[in-house]
Each structure stands twice: as structure tokens, then as C-alpha cells.
């Protein structure tokens, strides 16, 4: 059983522990209630400080890409000479292997048509 030290019950019969939990949880209901008014897309010059933290809007969101889409088709090319290492792509655009895959896929190579 949990205990909890100087959990003994009040006079209205709950414990410290109780009361220490229900005045955190009325703390952080404020705090919920404080920020939703805060950051509501009514407040702050027409929901420019709401759009700013994120939450919605004609912004993207999300961390940049580290490849476009003109070097996304460039690797693909690079990719289907055989002779060509993925390592050496990530090194010459300055990214890791697995960027490349993730940008990219897996890319087929080109077979030889005298095979």
C-alpha cells in the first residue's frame, strides 16, 4: 500500500497528501485556463500570437527540409549508377545516409542493356 509521510487524515478526513494533490491540480487547471486565454486566436492583434505558438494558420509547421526538390531528383539520378555510394552522395550534400533514404527511397540501379 502507498504511504505517503504526514498523510495523517484532517478533521474534514482527508489526508495532506490529498489536499497537496488537489491544490496542484487546481494550480494546474489555472494555468490551463490562463494560457488557453492567453493564446486564443480572438486575443493578441487577431490570433497572431496563436498562429505564432503553432497552433493553426496558413504557416507550415515542422522543422525545414535538408534537401529540395531539385537535389531530391539530382540524387535519384546519382542513385542509379551502381558505381555511385550513397555515403559519398550524403557527403557531397552534407547530410547522413539515412536522409538520403528518407528524402529519396530506395532507387533501383540502371542494369547495363548489354547483359
Not at 495532506?16 to 494555468?31: C, P, S, V
Not at 529540395?68 to 557531397?92: F, G, S, T, Y
Request: hydrophobic share 30%.
Amino acid at each position: 500500500m502507498f504511504s505517503y509521510s504526514g498523510c495523517q487524515p484532517a478533521a474534514g478526513g482527508k489526508s495532506t497528501f490529498d489536499e497537496h494533490i488537489d491544490k496542484r491540480l487546481k494550480t494546474a487547471l489555472f494555468l490551463v485556463e490562463k494560457c488557453s486565454r492567453t493564446h486564443s486566436p480572438s486575443a493578441n492583434a487577431g490570433g497572431r500570437a496563436w498562429m505564432l505558438h503553432g497552433h493553426g494558420g496558413a504557416s507550415e509547421g515542422g522543422r525545414k527540409p535538408k534537401l529540395d526538390a531539385k537535389e531530391a531528383r539530382e540524387i535519384r539520378a546519382l542513385m542509379r549508377d551502381p558505381q555511385v555510394k550513397v555515403a559519398d552522395i550524403a557527403k557531397r550534400y552534407g547530410v547522413s545516409r539515412t536522409t538520403i533514404y528518407k528524402c529519396v527511397g530506395v532507387v533501383e540501379p540502371q542494369r547495363s542493356s548489354n547483359g
